[in-house]
């Protein structure tokens, strides 16, 4: 409920209230995860990247056969709130599950939330772009139609040295939405939908880092049996998955060296990194389609029949 003191800015002046709703802007994070420490995930890092800008935090912990619960709530913060929830393991198609558990997280949102900024278990945020985050938020919280804000991505491989650079990848997508209800978590929560469209975005300038392939290679590899479990059926995860030890990182089109700077609160991961991975960034296993098509990228910066969450707009 709005205090008295809202109240009779919003009654005297319309342009005192949108300078007064711009001062108390209010953004809640929300994440969801479950068996984070048995596969490994940055939630931690994750959480502590966005933190500074977020009003509140909310993160979906699902059922865990590990201490996720107990991970989650040493992190000191009177932001962060602990939303239990309960895994349907029964929906086995199109990593529908992650939907459904990011949109537990977006139902407890609360009415007075402006923006909400939505990040995954895997993804960390550039301590560099929060400012640029928080005033691309404050210039379009007045411009309704502006439902998202896209980021850009960049998509960790192998080791911490290494970023994918082939169409194999996704450059951009949608991290902020409005408090919207009808905004709903798409397929397999990769990005986010209104009445089944792409949201009306708008690109700022900023990076999330995602590190969904960098872990141990035998931590990799149990990921991979259990995470295709949320897409196909028991048949499908023993045909296609091998039954080996170790995830064979070899086996990728395409990298570049990463020349830039990782965000400060992954730098103890970085440090305690204890495997090997090294890759020839000349060599490149596409087909001439392929190749034809990221040559065309690289000389134009434009992906040909690339697929999007969002409808960037002017």
Not at 196 to 207: A, E, F, N, R, T
Not at 224 to 240: A, G, I, M, P, Y
Not at 252 to 273: C, N, W, Y
């Amino acid at each position: 409920m709005p205090s008295p003191l809202k109240k009779s800015l919003n009654a005297s002046h319309p342009i005192r209230t949108q300078a007064f709703n711009l001062f108390f802007m209010k953004v809640t994070g929300i994440s969801f995860i479950r068996n984070a420490i048995t596969y490994d995930y940055p939630i931690v890092e994750a959480i502590t990247s966005i933190l500074p800008i977020c009003d509140r935090f909310i993160v979906a912990v699902g059922q865990s056969d590990d201490a996720t619960a107990e991970l989650i709530q040493s992190l000191a913060s009177d932001k962060i709130t602990i939303l239990p929830t309960v895994w349907d393991d029964t929906l086995r198609k199109g990593g529908k599950v992650l939907a459904v558990e990011t949109n537990k997280a977006l139902d407890a949102v609360d009415n007075n939330t402006d923006w909400i900024f939505y990040i995954q278990g895997d993804e960390i945020f550039h301590e560099d772009g929060l400012q640029m985050v928080r005033k691309e938020m404050k210039k379009y919280l007045h411009k309704k139609k502006v439902l998202g804000l896209v980021v850009n991505y960049l998509h960790f491989y192998g080791s911490y040295d290494y970023v994918g650079d082939s169409r194999s990848w996704y450059r951009r997508e949608v991290r902020i939405i409005r408090n919207d209800k009808r905004i709903r978590s798409y397929r397999d929560a990769q990005g986010f939908r209104l009445e089944g469209k792409p949201l009306p975005s708008k690109l700022i300038p900023v990076y999330m880092h995602h590190y969904g392939w960098v872990k141990p290679p035998e931590i990799q590899q149990a990921k991979q049996e259990t995470f295709n479990k949320l897409w196909h059926d028991d048949n499908w995860v023993r045909t296609n998955i091998p039954d080996v030890d170790e995830f064979d990182y070899g086996e990728i089109d395409s990298l570049k060296r990463f020349e830039g700077t990782h965000p400060k609160v992954m730098q103890p991961r970085i440090e305690a990194m204890n495997w090997h991975f090294a890759f020839d960034p000349t060599r490149r296993k596409m087909s001439f389609r392929k190749r034809v098509l990221h040559a065309v990228e690289r000389m134009t910066g434009v992906r040909l029949g690339e697929f999007k969450n969002y409808k960037l707009v002017r």
